[in-house]
């Protein structure tokens, strides 16, 4: 695990965003730790989450038009990592969320921001099964976009509909890489260097012999 690495487990740590406990996913499945982005809820916690994004995405070197996030939690993520582009990197980028519901006054739509077209980079918190994803690549592909990579804070790396991860269907479907700040073996490799963490890494290992690739 990079130094980095360890630096984001443990902001996402001081803020309650990487929780123990027992949490019902999206997918149904019952899992002992979740991570919620949406607790970076301050301004200089999203200026900092926005840097760790932005360095990532600049690491990953891929070739992109714009950044989408999908609601609701993509949104800060996106907007935020158009802002450390911007001011760290000194990359203007164009970015795109949507709403789960559409308007329909005023401007209409699903889209907010700049138009869907091009390569799209794909900003979001965690995935999981993969569900998301597919979500958000119907929006992409009706707006005859093509989905240039994903990045996500946390890789649960989990089983999607099958017998690959939910990350290799999705590179597998649609051609794009995926990159993750951290993945979750980096956060058994922070558990375990961590006594009083003993117990919460068993729960981790168990839900991981589950649902784990
Ligand atoms: O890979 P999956 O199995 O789809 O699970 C992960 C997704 O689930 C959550 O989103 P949710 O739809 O609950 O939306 P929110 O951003 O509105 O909280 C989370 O923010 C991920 O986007
Ligand atoms: O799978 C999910 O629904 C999920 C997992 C997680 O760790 N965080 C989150 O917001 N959603």
């Known amino acids: 695990m990079k130094a980095y690495q360890r630096e ?74 158009a802002v450390q582009l911007a001011e760290v990197h000194d990359q203007d980028v164009p970015y795109c969320f949507n709403r789960k519901e559409a308007k329909d006054h005023g401007e209409g739509g699903n889209l907010v921001g700049s138009p869907l077209q091009g390569r799209i980079m794909l900003v979001d918190d965690v995935i999981t099964a993969g569900t998301a994803i597919r979500e958000s690549m119907d929006i992409i592909q009706a707006n005859g976009a093509e989905l240039a990579g994903v990045l996500i804070a946390l890789d649960r790396q989990e089983k999607g509909k099958g017998e690959l991860s939910a990350i290799q269907e999705v590179e597998r479907d649609y051609n794009a890489e995926v990159t993750a700040i951290i993945t979750l073996a980096d956060l058994v490799e922070y558990l375990s260097e961590q006594p009083a963490m003993a117990e919460h890494l068993e729960q981790v290992q168990a839900y991981r012999q589950q649902y784990g690739i």
């Open 8 to 81: 984001f487990i443990e902001f996402a740590m001081s803020k309650d965003v990487l929780k123990f406990g027992e949490f019902t996913l999206k997918s149904g499945r019952t899992s002992p730790y979740f991570f919620n982005a949406g607790l970076f809820n301050s301004g200089r916690d999203l200026a900092r989450l926005g840097r760790f994004y932005a360095a990532a995405l600049v690491d990953a070197n891929i070739q992109y038009d714009v950044l989408f996030g999908p609601a609701y939690k993509g949104i800060p993520i996106a907007s935020a990592t």
